[in-house]
């Protein structure tokens, strides 16, 4: 996001040695060297490498060119659903496929919504490596956005005329879902208002470590979300049940906030960043269980989740300026972006 995409400049005190209050950068006290905890960091060959995929993938995917195809992209799957929906509505498909395509035009925006949805993942993998507060906001995102694909939803069953009498109750939902989507919007302006950016570790090569291992995560999930989406597409072609993607998606994202946590407290065991990160990690459950609850339930549970976050955010960046006020050997390192 455009509040996010940029994290403010470190302060003076994030450039000071946490151990020695010195500059970050000056010269070690002992000649001998300090043990290091990249071994498998910035300089190994396996790391250059994850970094390099990572780093073209993100440069393609945020390139103008990337821009326009999944512009294109989502027209066209728009576009053509209208097409089939009408060719299914004249009767020129065979059984075989015509099960599958549904009858109302209205489900164009579903289906173009839900491919935005899947564009919008693929970001958020890409966030996940450059600040954990920014995925998470990506992640507020992508449910605000869920539950207007929801509306939509509802408004692709109704029938052709609309009859009031027999759509009342989804409006109903559709409203909820609206008025939800419209509040955790709100909330998430506030939350990248409030986001105060530093890095878990006044030490190059650490903060390079925890960069490239979270580049990891990030191609990982990007294998397992490609793996799933190709499943569920194989299970819908031949008939089959798809599995339903976007709370498999949080299911996921659940494990690998939990992943980044625990592999924070090897840079790190200050006591409000293990509680920001756990928190977040907590948020992401949250929204998974508002992703299987009913209408109504689901805006609440998602709402209630973000607010969550965003009183998260402001304990932490109090509790970070008394941990400043407290003096460097108070704190052993500094927070996360």
Same mark, same amino acid.
């Given at each position: 996001?455009?509040?996010?995409?940029?994290?403010?400049?470190?302060?003076?005190?994030?450039?000071?040695?946490?151990?020695?209050?010195?500059?970050?950068?000056?010269?070690?006290?002992?000649?001998?060297?300090?043990?290091?905890?990249?071994?498998?960091?910035?300089?190994?060959?396996?790391?250059?490498?994850?970094?390099?995929? #990572?780093?073209?993938?993100?440069?393609?995917?945020?390139?103008?060119?990337? @821009?326009?195809?999944?512009?294109?992209?989502?027209?066209?799957?728009?576009?053509?659903?209208?097409?089939?929906?009408?060719?299914?509505?004249?009767?020129?498909?065979?059984?075989?496929?015509?099960?599958?395509?549904?009858?109302?035009?209205?489900?164009?925006?579903?289906?173009?919504?839900?491919?935005?949805?899947?564009?919008?993942?693929?970001?958020?993998?890409?966030?996940?490596?450059?600040?954990?507060?920014?995925?998470?906001?990506?992640?507020?995102?992508?449910?605000?956005?869920?539950?207007?694909?929801?509306?939509?939803?509802? #408004?692709?069953?109704?029938?052709?005329?609309?009859?009031?009498?027999?759509?009342?109750?989804?409006?109903?939902?559709?409203?909820?879902?609206?008025?939800?989507?419209?509040?955790?919007?709100?909330?998430?302006?506030?939350?990248? @208002?409030?986001?105060?950016?530093?890095?878990?570790?006044?030490?190059?090569?650490?903060?390079?470590?925890?960069?490239?291992?979270?580049?990891?995560?990030?191609?990982?999930?990007?294998?397992? #979300?490609?793996?799933?989406?190709?499943?569920?597409?194989?299970?819908?072609?031949?008939?089959?049940?798809?599995?339903? #993607?976007?709370?498999?998606?949080?299911?996921?994202?659940?494990?690998?906030?939990?992943?980044?946590?625990?592999?924070?407290?090897?840079?790190?065991?200050?006591?409000?960043?293990?509680?920001?990160?756990?928190?977040?990690?907590?948020?992401?459950?949250?929204? @998974?269980?508002?992703?299987?609850?009913?209408?109504?339930?689901?805006?609440?549970?998602?709402?209630?989740?973000?607010?969550?976050?965003?009183?998260?955010?402001?304990?932490?960046?109090?509790?970070?300026?008394?941990?400043?006020?407290?003096?460097?050997?108070?704190?052993?390192?500094?927070?996360?972006?």
């Amino acid at each position: 996001m455009a509040a996010d995409s940029k994290a403010p400049p470190a302060s003076s005190e994030d450039e000071t040695s946490v151990a020695t209050g010195e500059p970050a950068d000056a010269p070690p006290q002992s000649s001998s060297p300090a043990p290091s905890r990249d071994a498998v960091g910035p300089s190994s060959g396996g790391v250059q490498a994850v970094n390099r995929v #990572f780093d073209r993938l993100e440069a393609y995917w945020e390139s103008g060119t990337a @821009r326009r195809f999944t512009a294109h992209l989502l027209i066209g799957v728009f576009l053509g659903t209208l097409v089939v929906v009408e060719v299914k509505r004249q009767g020129w498909l065979p059984p075989s496929v015509g099960h599958l395509v549904p009858t109302s035009h209205f489900a164009a925006v579903s289906m173009a919504f839900t491919f935005f949805l899947i564009l919008e993942v693929i970001s958020l993998v890409f966030a996940l490596a450059r600040s954990v507060s920014t995925a998470v906001g990506k992640q507020f995102e992508i449910f605000s956005l869920i539950l207007l694909r929801e509306a939509f939803k509802e #408004f692709s069953n109704f029938g052709e005329p609309i009859q009031w009498a027999e759509v009342r109750q989804p409006v109903y939902h559709m409203l909820a879902d609206s008025i939800g989507a419209l509040l955790i919007f709100v909330v998430i302006a506030f939350y990248y @208002r409030a986001q105060r950016h530093r890095r878990i570790t006044a030490d190059e090569k650490d903060q390079a470590s925890f960069v490239s291992a979270k580049k990891l995560i990030a191609l990982l999930l990007l294998l397992i #979300f490609a793996g799933i989406g190709i499943h569920d597409l194989s299970l819908l072609a031949t008939g089959g049940r798809p599995y339903p #993607f976007f709370k498999t998606f949080y299911t996921v994202l659940i494990f690998s906030d939990v992943l980044i946590v625990l592999l924070s407290l090897r840079y790190t065991a200050t006591y409000h960043v293990v509680f920001r990160n756990s928190g977040f990690a907590l948020a992401t459950v949250a929204l @998974r269980l508002a992703l299987a609850a009913p209408p109504y339930v689901n805006a609440a549970i998602g709402l209630g989740a973000a607010t969550f976050a965003l009183g998260l955010t402001y304990a932490y960046n109090v509790f970070g300026s008394i941990q400043s006020d407290a003096g460097p050997g108070d704190r052993s390192v500094r927070a996360e972006t």
